[in-house]
Nanobody, 126 residues
Framework: QVELVESGGGLVQPGGSLILSCAAS?????????MGWFRQAPGKEREFVSA????????YYTDSVKGRFTISRDNAKNTVYLRMNSLKSEDTAVYYC??????????????????WGQGTQVTVSS
């Protein structure tokens, strides 16, 4: 059974940076999967943040994080990262990692991912 475990969340001041990690276990085909990050703020629906295709494919970002967030992956470690710079209070949310094992069947911003992590809290506040 595939398991995704996020880490790296926490409290950071506005303008600060964080790096989120998501490690996938029992993921023999990890390199072929599209990996995504979503977030859910209090009282709001879960929204797409970023996604990265497998094996050198393109990266995708929602407009509000373009130029500030960078997604990357290490297929040898079955891990995907989200580097978040210039954080704003509106970035406060629970961040979820997700894996799409059949990326050709849905666009990257669709929530139709097969596996989800438990989430990690990111709070941006002074």
């Amino acid at each position: 059974q595939v398991e995704l475990v996020e880490s790296g969340g926490g409290l950071v001041q506005p303008g600060g940076s964080l790096i989120l990690s998501c490690a996938a276990s029992s993921a023999r085909s990890f390199g072929n999967w599209r990996m995504g990050w979503f977030r859910q703020a209090p009282g709001k629906e879960r929204e797409f943040v970023s996604a990265l295709s497998g094996r050198g494919g393109p990266a995708y970002y929602t407009d509000s994080v373009k130029g500030r967030f960078t997604i990357s992956r290490d297929n040898a470690k079955n891990t995907v990262y989200l580097r978040m710079n210039s954080l704003k209070s509106e970035d406060t949310a629970v961040y979820y990692c997700a894996a799409n094992t059949k990326p050709s069947e849905s666009p990257p911003e669709s929530p139709r991912y097969n596996y989800w992590g438990q989430g990690t809290q990111v709070t941006v506040s002074s």
